[in-house]
T-cell receptor, first 115, second 113 residues
Framework: DGGITQSPKYLFRKEGQNVTLSCEQNLNHDAMYWYRQDPGQGLRLIYYSQIVNDFQKGDIAEGYSVSREKKESFPLTVTSAQKNPTAFYLC??????????????FGPGTRLTVL | GEDVEQSLFLSVREGDSSVINCTYTDSSSTYLYWYKQEPGAGLQLLTYIFSNMDMKQDQRLTVLLNKKDKHLSLRIADTQTGDSAIYFCAAMNYGGSQGNLIFGKGTKLSVKP
């Protein structure tokens, strides 16, 4: 089955620790995205990548880092510099087309709780 | 930049129609989307509309676009308890970052039996 997997579904970390969230897709999509979701806040873009070894900051990149060494994988590291890391994190992927609709396919999400 | 606004809550009775509204600010947005999120899950694309269309119908879903007022609505006919979820409106503008969707805060639809 083609899709996006995120692991783990629930993650607990102590304050001050870095933590890496996994995102893998087998849809052969060029673009991948990380969003943060807080209650009543909708989705906010953290980072996105349109090609391997390249990525751009979104609206709330501070305290986060990413890598894109393989087309299929786009891990997100939540660093200790992120002031309020407890949230639901969603990964998405899409084709890149300037002339047609650009559906983003979402993974099931990872709920990170920092204690 | 683009800003997308939605009301946060909507409650309807099973069998009634639900109408979820959305406004956006960037008139050059080319595609507008409705996503559904069930509790604890990711987002699922329900439908989308291209900016040169006024209406799109897909089974129980009807999307209306008023481009002059920058107003988008999603109508769900014969709403069922399984439709209870958060519905996100999103806009894409190809003049900006490629593939950068701007989401509203989501409307939580509660369906009472």
């Amino acid at each position: 089955d083609g899709g996006i997997t995120q692991s783990p579904k629930y993650l607990f970390r102590k304050e001050g620790q870095n933590v890496t969230l996994s995102c893998e897709q087998n849809l052969n999509h060029d673009a991948m995205y990380w969003y943060r979701q807080d209650p009543g806040q909708g989705l906010r873009l953290i980072y996105y990548s349109q090609i391997v070894n390249d990525f751009q900051k979104g609206d709330i990149a501070e305290g986060y880092s990413v890598s894109r060494e393989k087309k299929e994988s786009f891990p997100l590291t939540v660093t200790s510099a992120q002031k309020n890391p407890t949230a639901f994190y969603l990964c998405a992927s899409s084709i890149i087309s300037g002339s047609s609709y650009n559906e983003q396919f979402f993974g099931p999400g990872t709920r990170l709780t920092v204690l | 930049g683009e800003d997308v606004e939605q009301s946060l809550f909507l409650s309807v009775r099973e069998g009634d129609s639900s109408v979820i509204n959305c406004t956006y600010t960037d008139s050059s947005s080319t595609y507008l989307y409705w996503y559904k999120q069930e509790p604890g899950a990711g987002l699922q694309l329900l439908t989308y509309i291209f900016s040169n269309m006024d209406m799109k119908q897909d089974q129980r879903l009807t999307v209306l676009l008023n481009k002059k007022d920058k107003h988008l609505s999603l109508r769900i006919a014969d709403t069922q308890t399984g439709d209870s979820a958060i519905y996100f409106c999103a806009a894409m503008n190809y003049g900006g970052s490629q593939g950068n969707l701007i989401f509203g805060k989501g409307t939580k639809l509660s369906v009472k039996p």
